[in-house]
């Protein structure tokens, strides 16, 4: 049977079960836009800009754990992926991107709207690739999705010829593939699992650090299961929260710059660190040679690339976390650390982290306290970067599940409003609320128009505090207050919400957050919330440039504390 390429295209997705598809179209990706109708198990959402498309793609895989599919056409199309490309390249989501190309004849002649989008993608991909050859193209699609979805996941980016979209040839999808090369290792050696047994095994001061990995791999039960029989304390990367229940007696919150100061003393006095699918990020680890100077490293990873990398490690295991989990239990005894456990809960209790003092002013902290009460752990939170990620990650508790959705190694300000487009047609019945900053919502705030479009009932919150908050706070810190271009001038957010047709309310005062957060609960649809929050407000603890996890910045001590 003869098909188009953009037929092709087309059927692939499906026989991949793709579902969604976000983008926007233009003169080279025009034949496959041309082509959509003919399959109408695929939506096409609008995005009203690439950048939110690739984001809104990201936001659905990470939601749905299937493959996000973006699309744009040639030129600036597809360099306005870029940004969310490098975003899932860096946090393992699995993607597909097609792009336009110029037609065949013209590659290399600097037509309108030529550019070498694989050369620009090679370091932010899994794999990309250029079709020369239509008949390559069921190949290409089954391969972009076995990549993207296996092993260590990520972004894979398809660049098509104008003229491939519309040369007719014979169709046959392939059934298997063939790649050689490309053998992900799933399950550890049983050398290096028994080698780590009998660490954890013979630990005193052992800690779980437990990070995106776990999510990937839905490793849930077999973390719990490590927990619990081990008694041995999770601690979470920022993309690893909501792999363990927030109120599990042995989970002790996040790590890293603005982790919990009782995380960050327990790795530095540990004996035995348990790495769990993270990558040693230096937002984790503070500075590298001072990380858990005390304790022997085990290391679980599927990309051999990252053991090793950033941090020494006495155990490294290659492979699938729950099957590294599944085999590494069976060899655990039972164990009490209860000595280690009580130093935990008193470093919890003399160096309390989570405190919010009370303030007749919105206090960010208090606002996602707030939001947390009225959700009760039955919402998926989704973030931009920025202060308020930092607040959202520290004061909401998070027991679901990957309830927590955010931009961790690029850390993308407006990432958050097109994410959670993505979460929420993943989860369309479920409760999503977007935390943003007034600056980093304002970088993709024209997706507040495909929230009308699609009539989603996203909720967005966003901490307006006139200042870009993350970078005046360094600048606070450590710039003796020179807020140069921090101070941030934004519209009035209700306005801007209901000219596109989605109600919004405003809250300046304490006793307004409660109902206005009701409000929005309460809305059938889109709601919008601009919380004028405390201006210069800090984010602590905070590890400071340089620094160790032990050397962290606490609250100043300020009077009238709520807990």
């Known amino acids: 049977m003869k098909m188009t390429g953009a037929q092709m295209i087309l059927d692939g997705f499906v026989k991949e079960g793709v579902e969604v598809i976000f983008g926007i179209l233009g003169g080279a990706i025009l034949p496959l836009y041309d082509t959509l109708p003919q399959f109408p198990q695929l939506r096409h959402v609008l995005t009203r800009h690439e950048q939110g498309a690739a984001h809104a793609a990201d936001g659905y895989a990470r939601a749905s754990e299937k493959v996000g599919v973006c699309m744009a056409t040639s030129g600036p199309g597809a360099t306005n992926l870029v940004t969310g490309i490098a975003n899932a390249f860096l946090d393992s989501v699995p ?40 008949a390559s193209l069921p190949r290409i699609v089954k391969e972009a999705f076995h990549l993207a979805r296996t092993g260590r996941p990520g972004p894979v980016l398809i660049d098509v010829p104008k003229d491939v979209f519309a040369e007719q040839v014979e169709y046959h999808y392939p059934k298997q593939l063939d790649l050689p090369s490309y053998k992900p290792t799933l399950k550890g050696h049983p050398a290096q699992i028994k080698k780590a047994a009998k660490l954890i095994n013979e630990s005193e001061r052992p800690v779980i650090i437990a990070g995106r990995g776990v999510v990937i791999s839905n490793a849930y039960a077999q973390l719990k299961e490590l927990a619990e029989t081990s008694q041995i304390p999770v601690i979470t990367t920022l993309l690893g929260i909501s792999t363990f229940p927030e109120s599990h007696i042995l989970s002790y919150g996040m790590l890293g710059m603005h982790g919990m100061a009782h995380a960050n003393f327990a790795v530095s006095d540990s004996d035995l660190v348990i790495a769990i699918g993270m990558r040693f990020d230096d937002r984790a680890t503070g500075t590298v040679n001072t990380f858990a100077p005390r304790a022997r490293i085990i290391h679980i990873d599927i990309d051999p690339a990252e053991i090793g990398k950033n941090v020494r490690v006495d155990v490294p295991i290659v492979g699938d976390v729950k099957n590294v989990l599944s085999a590494l239990n069976k060899q655990l005894t039972s164990a009490q650390h209860l000595a280690w456990i009580e130093q935990l809960d008193n470093w919890r209790r003399t160096h309390p982290s989570l405190d919010i003092r009370d303030s007749e002013s919105i206090l960010p902290q208090y606002v996602v306290d707030k939001v947390y009460q009225a959700t009760r752990n039955n919402a998926t939170i989704v973030t931009g970067v920025g202060q308020h990620q930092m607040w959202a990650a520290q004061h909401y508790q998070y027991e679901q599940p990957n309830s927590l959705v955010s931009s961790g190694g690029l850390g993308t300000m407006g990432f958050g409003l097109p994410a959670a487009i993505g979460v929420q047609i993943a989860r369309p019945k479920s409760t999503v609320w977007c935390l943003d900053g007034d600056g980093s919502f304002q970088m993709t705030i024209q997706e507040l128009a495909t929230i009308a479009q699609e009539r989603l009932p996203l909720k967005v919150a966003i901490f307006n505090n006139g200042y870009l908050g993350m970078v005046r706070q360094w600048q606070e810190l450590f710039h003796e207050r020179r807020y140069v271009a921090t101070p941030l001038a934004g519209p009035d957010f209700v306005k801007v919400a209901e000219a596109y047709g989605i109600p919004g309310t405003k809250a300046t005062h304490r006793d307004e957050v409660a109902p206005a957060i009701q409000q929005a609960m309460n809305e059938p649809g889109p709601f919008v919330i601009d919380f004028q929050v405390e201006p210069e407000e800090n984010v602590y603890p905070m590890v400071p440039p340089g620094g160790s996890l032990a050397e962290l910045l606490e609250a100043p001590k300020k009077e009238g504390v709520k807990s």
């Open 95 to 134: 993607m597909v991107a097609i792009t336009g190309q110029v037609a065949r004849p013209f590659i290399g002649k600097d037509a309108f709207q030529e550019i070498d989008i694989t050369g620009i993608t090679l370091p932010i991909t899994k794999h990309n690739y250029l079709v020369l050859d239509t």
